[in-house]
């Protein structure tokens, strides 16, 4: 059974930093894509960055210059690191890996 485990979230003020992390355990194999995505209450599940095995990135445009995501494929763990964060940034932050998700951790921002 694969599960994915989140962990990094917190309150931070505005223009702060959080590093938030993702380890997958059991059977999961080619992972192709690892991405962030975010939900904000009222608001639909965003896409916020993904990354390929080969390492190329994407991110949306409101976390550009800000955000980096990263991956140890070897762990089978991603990462996203977030800097100058904003109170629109508050949200709950998932993982995802081929279909599988994780639990959701909380980032709060506070202005």
């Known amino acids: 059974q694969v599960q994915l485990v989140e962990s990094g979230g917190g309150l931070v003020q505005a223009g702060g930093s959080l590093r938030l992390s993702c380890a997958a355990s059991?059977?999961?194999?080619?992972?192709?894509?690892m991405g962030w995505y975010r939900q904000a209450p009222g608001q639909q599940r965003e896409l916020v960055a993904r990354?390929?095995?080969?390492?190329?990135?994407h991110y949306t445009d409101s976390v550009k210059g800000r955000f980096t995501i990263s991956r140890d494929n070897a762990k089978n763990t991603v990462y996203l690191q977030m800097n100058s964060l904003k109170a629109e940034d508050t949200a709950v932050y998932y993982c995802?890996?081929?279909?599988?998700w994780g639990q959701g951790t909380q980032v709060t921002v506070s202005s």
């Open positions: 990354i390929t095995s080969s390492g190329n990135t």
């Open positions: 059991g059977s999961i194999f080619n992972i192709i894509v």
């Open positions: 995802a890996m081929n279909h599988y």
